[in-house]
């Protein structure tokens, strides 16, 4: 094991896998019972809900954070009632999530748009994971939340269509409280309908 891995070990930048948590106890000639207790708990905490600390003042840096959690992780049960989770977000989606979570709840930016840029990045990067076939994935979000038009027009029907997309790997299931095809239909008309009243 590498000295920096040891460092970021130690100052709680990652958090150690039960294999790890075996090698360093050895290392410091723990007896056998000691190193099954401290693997026990490694793997506890690897499956245990996490929550982020708070204080968070740039969003990129949150994606990268949570990847580094979700790259350790070989199941997600996501239930998430406000906003489509960031794992199944279309671009716009994630940056219409982004730019108001940046604006309301960080600390501003010196450069927002740029700010926001990257986060999105970042989050688009996160969805990487979804194709990993040893990890298992479950997402249930309700009926509300794919009815809520968030930001322009065209953003919910590419965001439904992303949808669709990401439940065709064997790993990942998503399940909505209805079905997405009439809500498609129905953002589809509304949008056409904008358009020729626009145009």
């Not at 199941?75 to 671009?91: D, E, I, M, W």
């Not at 996160?126 to 939340?145: A, G, I």
């Not at 409280?177 to 904008?194: G, K, Q, V, W």
């Amino acid at each position: 094991m590498s000295q920096a891995k040891i460092s970021k070990i130690e100052t709680g930048s990652v958090i150690p896998a039960p294999a790890d948590v075996d090698v360093l106890a050895r290392a410091l000639h723990a007896d056998d019972a000691e190193v099954f207790r401290l693997v026990m708990l490694a793997e506890s905490r690897r499956n245990r809900v996490q929550e982020l600390p708070p204080g968070r003042t740039d969003a990129a840096i949150w994606q990268v954070e949570i990847a580094q959690l979700e790259a350790a992780a070989s199941t997600f049960r996501v239930f998430q009632p406000a906003v489509v989770s960031g794992l199944l977000q279309a671009s716009e989606y994630a940056r219409t999530v982004l730019a108001r979570v940046q604006s309301t709840v960080m600390d501003p930016p010196v450069e927002p748009d740029r700010a926001v840029a990257e986060a999105v990045s970042g989050r688009m990067r996160r969805q990487e994971v979804l194709t990993d076939r040893n990890k298992e994935f479950r997402f249930v979000m309700p009926e509300t939340l794919l009815r809520f038009q968030l930001g322009r027009a065209d953003v919910m029907p590419a965001q439904l269509n992303r949808l669709r997309e990401v439940a065709r790997p064997d790993n990942v299931e998503r399940e909505a409280t209805c079905d997405i095809e009439p809500l498609l239909d129905r953002y589809r008309r509304h949008y056409l309908a904008l358009a020729a009243a626009q145009g």
